[in-house]
């Protein structure tokens, strides 16, 4: 298919401009509404388990055979088990608080003028993610709850598994009372590149993959981005570390699950820790099966292979782990800012003078203190699921859940007042007072 080709361009138009109608029908839906949809939802996917979990099968067949890395197909596998976390996650979205016309401030311009500031939904949401199945289910039901609708394009390896999970959570949605054209799934790059030019139907991107990936879609789209780009995360060990604790967290962050953005990449290790903790940890990562590429300084404590300076950008998402040995705080602090990706990174230490300059000034979405960076993640922030971890600064940074999905409005409700009454000599003054008191609809 021709990405410029003008019918399918008008055909996705004509999606995004029934999902624009769709989303302001859903900014107006009650909290109960939306709940009972999730409900539905949750129960719709269990009822089809063994027909989501067939199309899986064929989609790891397939993508076997095709040889994609172990780590896509990691993230591909969607059976029982996970189909049954997805559900939990979505039941727990019924749980939370609805983001949607919240009361953020209210002011008194004058008796009887009063402004409120409230939170309503994004509207149209254009989503492009990786390989993982259970991403759709998390999106969709976000996107639900926080009352916008949503272009969904997945990796084409779970073309299968994708298609029949937008179509159960899709049609039990609006058989509980959600608008029709609320959910709209895309199955090919060129419809992504057709999308990108929807600047006048789609109010926010969100891509999630490479930094590569993220910077094609800012540099193609008029459409604001959130971009949710790669993870290189990091865990420094610092001197004043409690090497015991420091060996389970850089255990963890790397080996509990190194296919996610929010496993550990590199190891950063202050210098006079580094004798004696760096063979115990190896111990560890030894018996996991961790590849360890290691700088001069390390190299001359543990065996390892020597890393590069590309070692240091990498994202492995796999069973290799780059170390690197430093000076202090500020030196590791200086890697991490020149290396990262902003996403999250982790520091073990005693000493909380040097823990609290580390968490000031590190520029990550999460700076963590003795804990592993695989807690971050919007289901362990309570935040019941999230359509990726943003890294950029504006709008939302972090996991982004439910919050990161609506914006405001500011609603001024008078009784006849005009601004040529606040004019002149003899104008009428603002009180400006703040009130407590809610918006009601």
Known sequence: MNANDPNRAGALEALAGRARQAAIRAAALSTETKNAALAAVAQALLDRQQEIVAANRQDVRQAERDRISPVLLKRLNFDAGKLQTAVEGVRSLIALADPVGRTLRCMELE??????????????LGIVF??????????????????????????????????????????????AGIPAGWLVLLETREDVRAMLTLDRGIDLIIPRGSNAFV????????????????????????????LEMAVRIAYDAKCQYPAVCNAAET?????????????RIQAEYDRAGVELRG????????????????????????LILSIRIVGGVDAAIDHI?????????AIVTRNARTARRFLARVDSAGVFWNCSTRFSDGYRYGL???????????????????????STKWLLLGRGQTVAEFAGPNAR????????KHYEP
């Open 111 to 124: 008796p009887g003028l009063e402004l409120y500031q409230v939170t309503c939904p994004i509207g149209v």
């Open 130 to 175: 990786e390989s993982r199945p259970d991403a759709l289910v998390q999106i969709s039901t976000l996107a639900l709850k926080s009352g916008n609708a949503v272009l969904l394009k997945g990796g084409a390896e779970a073309a299968r598994t994708n298609r029949i999970l937008a179509e159960v959570i899709d049609t039990a949605a609006i058989r």
């Open 215 to 242: 910077r094609y879609i800012m540099d193609n789209t008029r459409i604001p981005v959130l971009g949710h780009a790669e993870g290189v995360c990091h865990v420094y060990v610092d001197r004043d570390a409690d």
């Open 267 to 279: 190891l950063v290790v202050d210098a006079p820790a580094a004798e004696a903790f760096l063979p």
């Open 295 to 318: 700088d001069q300084a390390t190299r001359a404590i543990i065996a390892c292979q020597e890393a590069n300076e590309q070692d240091w950008r990498l994202e492995y998402n796999d």
């Open 337 to 345: 800012n020149a290396y990262g990706s902003h996403h999250t990174d």
């Open 384 to 406: 019941g699921a999230e359509v990726g971890i943003a890294t950029g600064k504006l709008h939302a940074r972090g996991p982004v859940g439910l919050e990161g999905l609506v």
């Open 429 to 436: 003054q603002f009180t400006h007072r703040a009130l407590e």
